[in-house]
């Protein structure tokens, strides 16, 4: 492994830190390295505060060794002024001798100029190290730019027999298919990704609260499917604790809920729904949904061709009847055990 490659590695890493904090910016990683040897390294802050390039050099005590020095970032350096000026003149102003990028910022406001921009300034740039790494690690943002729709993340567990949910049940809450040890795992990506959907079905049936609680970080934006506004006021999901989005067909003025972050969007339901939830999404700038179901609303996607990544949990238990799961016909890229559970991770190419 030739160093370059080493060192967008530990890129890759402390970029990680950043994920569900930076949005709508990419959570970037930088290292700064002289003489073989890492002087300053940084990742994206929240959004509105410095990015990676900035934290990197902010961390470096010896401001004169940068003239010398190779900064390494996932993602090329922005060129335009945002909530903060471009990465690029940064790198100009302190005359890095060498900028290698993972890969090109597909953005239009950058797509190229920031590399021009800092090899007009005579530093020496190295383009697509590990750029497939970078690109994955990048796959919301990049997706939104390319796509013009969020990520999105299919969620399921299913039993043995292949049933997500019993025929009936006595109580409004889930009935739980996988372990504790997945569950927190499905937690963690909350906190990770921006926003989190269910069905009318699941919202009445399960009356989840659709947040971060057995992790840290910051609860997903929600969006609920209900047609006919059928899931009671009193839910948890219309606690008003973090803004949600309503897809109806009835006028919303006909539900005074109460709360500002309560927002009605309103789809056709007897045309393309999944297309019609993107554009919403794309409209509020969520760069990810992750798509809890249940069957109905899972099976909308699948069968649209709209998701990019399934996570199927099979927890160990049988139900002999109950509702099916949804069906999926797509390239099994790992099978994680979590305990006595099986993850299924599936990719869309």
Not at 153 to 164: P, Q, R, S
Not at 317 to 333: D, H
Request: hydrophobic share 40%.
């Amino acid at each position: 492994m030739i160093k370059h490659e080493i060192y967008i590695k530990r890129c890759l890493q402390i970029a990680k830190n950043g994920l569900g904090t930076t949005r709508p910016n990419p959570s970037v990683g930088a290292v700064i390295v002289v003489d073989n040897k890492i002087i300053g390294e940084g990742f994206t802050s929240n959004y509105g505060d410095h990015h990676a390039e900035v934290n990197a050099v902010n961390s470096v005590k010896n401001k004169a060794l940068l003239k010398e020095a190779t900064i390494y970032v996932t993602l090329e350096p922005c060129s335009h002024f945002g909530k903060t000026p471009p990465c690029a003149d940064l790198l100009v102003k302190h005359q890095f001798k060498n900028v290698v990028i993972g890969t090109v910022d597909s953005n239009s406001l950058v797509a190229g100029k920031g590399i021009e921009r800092l090899q007009n300034a005579g530093i020496n740039v190295i383009v697509g190290v590990l750029e497939a790494e970078c690109k994955k690690h990048h796959k919301r943002f990049f997706t939104v730019q390319d796509k013009k729709r969020p990520y999105i993340i299919l969620k399921w567990a299913e039993t043995k027999d292949g049933f997500v949910a019993p025929l009936s049940k006595d109580e409004k809450k889930p009935v739980w298919i996988s372990n504790n040890n997945s569950q927190q795992l499905v937690h963690k990506l909350r906190a990770q990704e921006h926003a989190i959907l269910v069905g009318t079905n699941t919202a009445i049936a399960d009356n989840p609260k659709l947040n971060v609680r057995s992790w840290s970080g910051n609860n997903p934006l929600r969006i609920v499917l209900d047609k006919k506004l059928r899931i009671p006021k009193n839910a948890n999901l219309f606690d008003g604790g973090v803004k949600t989005i309503i897809l109806c067909m009835v006028e919303s003025e006909k539900w005074e809920v109460g709360s500002e972050n309560i927002l009605f969007e309103a789809i056709n339901f007897d045309k393309k729904i999944a297309e019609q939830i993107c554009a919403v999404l794309q409209k509020h700038n969520i760069q990810s949904v992750i798509i809890e179901g249940g069957t109905q609303t899972l099976q909308t996607f699948v069968d649209a061709n709209l998701w990019d990544e399934a996570l199927v949990f099979i927890g160990d238990t049988y139900f002999e009847k109950g509702i099916k799961a949804p069906v999926l016909s797509a390239k099994i890229i790992a099978t994680k055990n979590i305990k006595n559970d099986i993850l299924k991770i599936y990719t869309n190419d």
